[in-house]
């Protein structure tokens, strides 16, 4: 483990490489990482960075974002096949297919899509939020237009429960967040009746409506750190976020929300990325993203929503 952060270390210094990890990687990736981060955090990070390539240690879409904000970098993911359950739930043609039929009934809307997006989908996009800016963003949607939110309904119905704008919601979800066992949940608060529990809006409303805070993953740092004295807190996201939050804010004690089928909640495309990964995708420079003609579409879209 030592001999192989050497490697990386070394090769980064070799290839001028900045690594960006997201909060959802596992601990070791993110002790190694120049940037740590939420979606939006990492998207607005890979336009600063100076160095010629972005390793990106996170899923697909994050990769691609990162690439799309900075077309003349060459940008790296340690393992193509990082997907998201989110992303593939909402294939472009589909989505295009589904605008037709709305606007052949005379429906005037704009859609919005969740980052968690394949490039395709962004480009077909009006806006484009993350879980750090959707409410703000779905309030600058004229109100005379309907919203058609894709991919994630959960986010979109826990949008329309704090902004009041009714949406037109795609059908997809996070494997990971929509599997929180609500009987556990309850049976921890039972155990620990002075907790406070904090969900990421990917959940469904029976676990939010069980939560004292929804936000996402930077917003849960900036929400456990306002509580001065040591608390509990029981944890509805993926499960290394416990790392990030016990590393930045020791003082309080972390307990994950478990899951139905399994006690651990890692997100299996997050875990596809590993050190031995990062270290062969610096040695070979592959694989890489590689610019796509959808990315002029969607790179305008991501900076008016991003980066204004
Ligand atoms: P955040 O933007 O809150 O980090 O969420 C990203 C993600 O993939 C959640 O599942
Ligand atoms: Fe996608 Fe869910 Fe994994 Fe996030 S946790 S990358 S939304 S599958």
Redesign the pocket.
């Known amino acids: 483990m030592t001999d192989l952060v050497a490697e990386i270390t070394a090769l980064k210094q070799r290839e001028d490489a900045t690594i960006l990890a997201?909060?959802?990687q596992d601990s070791e990736i993110q002790e190694l990482a120049d940037f740590t981060g939420?979606?939006?955090k990492l998207a607005r990070a890979a336009t600063q960075v100076r160095s010629k390539t972005i390793v990106f240690c996170g899923v697909h879409f994050m990769a691609e974002t990162a690439k799309i904000l900075n077309p003349e970098k060459r940008v790296l993911l340690p393992d193509l096949r990082a997907g998201?359950s989110l992303a593939d739930s909402c294939p472009a043609d589909k989505l295009r297919r589904y605008q037709e039929m709305l606007r052949s009934q005379g429906r005037r809307f704009q859609t919005v899509a969740y980052i968690?997006s394949s490039a395709a989908v962004k480009a077909l996009s009006d806006w484009i939020v993350?879980?750090?800016n959707a409410e703000e963003v779905v309030r600058r949607v004229p109100p005379d237009q309907e919203i058609l939110f894709v991919p994630d309904r959960h986010l979109g119905q826990y949008l329309e429960e704090v902004t009041g704008r009714k949406m037109i919601l795609w059908n997809g979800s996070?494997m990971?967040?929509e599997i929180f066992s609500v009987g556990d949940l309850l049976a921890q608060k039972r155990k620990l009746p002075h907790a406070r529990t904090i969900a990421?809006p990917?959940c469904p409303a029976n676990i939010r409506e069980h939560s004292d805070f929804v936000g996402?993953?930077?917003a849960m740092l900036r929400y456990v750190a306002s509580f001065a004295e040591p608390t509990d807190f029981l944890v509805a996201t993926?499960a290394n976020m416990l790392w990030q939050l016990r590393t930045k804010v020791p003082r309080h004690r972390y307990h994950p929300v478990p899951g139905i089928t399994c006690a651990c909640n890692k997100c299996p495309h997050m875990a596809r990325n590993t050190l031995e990964k990062l270290r062969d995708c610096l040695e070979r420079g592959s694989p890489e993203i590689v610019w796509q003609p959808e990315f002029a579409r969607a790179r305008e879209v991501l900076q008016r929503s991003l980066l204004n």
Request: net charge negative; charged share 20%; proline share 0%.
């Open positions: 997201h909060y959802y939420d979606s939006l998201c968690n993350t879980s750090g996070c990971v967040h990421h990917e996402g993953t930077e993926e």
